[in-house]
């Protein structure tokens, strides 16, 4: 029942973040007293991600570092770098309009990816291997990414930003994959599966908390509100983009091509969310909210994209082969 209840949710995935957030802004009164639980919801969503992880995945960064390093200069240097760029273009003097689009391109590659990966068949142990390595790494980045890039322009509590980090992503995370490690890949098994649907109703849960806590920014639907959503779903489009023609350019094999795209397109969007509510004033939080809305959308419409290019692409050296 249970695997059941979670293949339906992960085909409604594309659908559960953009109504948990127009269900968090239509109850915020009522909802947004609620929002003391969102780390501790979200560090559960972590550690039942993170069970598919364990020390041996790190091999990877060993064996295959420049897929690795590859991933980690998309995410850390391309897109933040995009979206500043694009956020000083579009909203010049908008300073918390521009931390919010830096902030939701430094967070950590989202572990929503590793589902999609799967579905599209992708190099698991690469993508298992950069999640786990930006997630650990997240608490240095993050803080020192936003203060790179948007300075004193705006306050930033960087120890509380680490700190925050640290709890609902590092310690989870590292707990789910020493647990794997311990029982050799049972609890993989016996225990992810009975947590999978819960952590999908988990992120709806995190999702409708942010919205509540934002709602004031997203009733009034402005031109401002829509400029926001326009480029930022631009740019949340553009790091898939980006990620596959960097693969198919570097000549990476299409489990590696895969895998690079959702990584590289993908973040850790609930996260961001938590940390912008939680240690920037509510307006920084607008466009991570709003980039709710589309992840799972590009996710699903990039991954069918991927999946016709290689389809088209193997008839067409089989019936040149003939």
């Not at 500043?84 to 273009?89: C, E």
């Not at 291997?129 to 790494?137: G, N, R, V």
């Not at 120890?159 to 890949?185: A, D, E």
């Amino acid at each position: 029942m249970q695997q059941k209840i979670n293949h339906l949710l992960e085909k409604l995935m594309p659908l559960i973040t953009p109504i948990s957030v127009v269900i968090g802004v239509i109850f915020s009164a009522f909802l947004k007293d609620f929002s003391y639980l969102i780390p501790w919801i979200f560090a559960f969503m972590t550690f039942a991600g993170s069970l598919s992880s364990n020390i041996k995945s790190l091999s990877e960064v060993i064996t295959r570092p420049f897929p690795i390093v590859v991933g980690m200069s998309i995410l850390h240097v391309i897109m933040p770098l995009w979206a500043w760029s694009v956020g000083h273009i579009a909203f010049q003097g908008d300073v918390y309009t521009i931390t919010g689009m830096i902030l939701a391109m430094v967070i950590p590659t989202g572990i929503t990816s590793f589902i999609w990966v799967s579905i599209y068949k992708g190099n698991i142990p690469m993508t298992l291997s950069l999640i786990l390595m930006d997630t650990i790494l997240s608490p240095l980045i993050v803080p020192f990414s936003i203060s790179l890039l948007v300075g004193a322009k705006i306050e930033m509590d960087s120890l509380s930003i680490m700190q925050g980090l640290v709890g609902m992503i590092v310690i989870p995370s590292l707990v789910g994959m020493v647990l794997n490690q311990i029982t050799k890949g049972r609890v993989t098994k016996t225990l992810s599966p009975r947590l999978a649907p819960f952590s999908k109703i988990g992120l709806g849960f995190v999702v409708m908390l942010n919205g509540a806590v934002v709602a004031p920014y997203l009733k009034n639907i402005d031109l401002k509100l829509i400029s926001i959503a326009l480029v930022v779903f631009l740019i949340a489009l553009s790091g898939y983009l980006f990620s596959f023609f960097i693969g198919k350019l570097l000549k990476f094999d299409r489990a590696t091509v895969t895998s690079l795209t959702f990584i590289g397109g993908m973040r850790n969007i609930s996260a961001g969310a938590v940390i912008a509510v939680s240690y920037f004033p509510a307006a920084v939080a607008v466009p991570v909210v709003v980039g709710m809305l589309f992840q799972q959308v590009l996710a699903s419409l990039n991954g069918h994209i991927i999946d016709r290019y290689y389809n088209k692409k193997s008839v067409q050296q089989q019936s040149t082969s003939l």
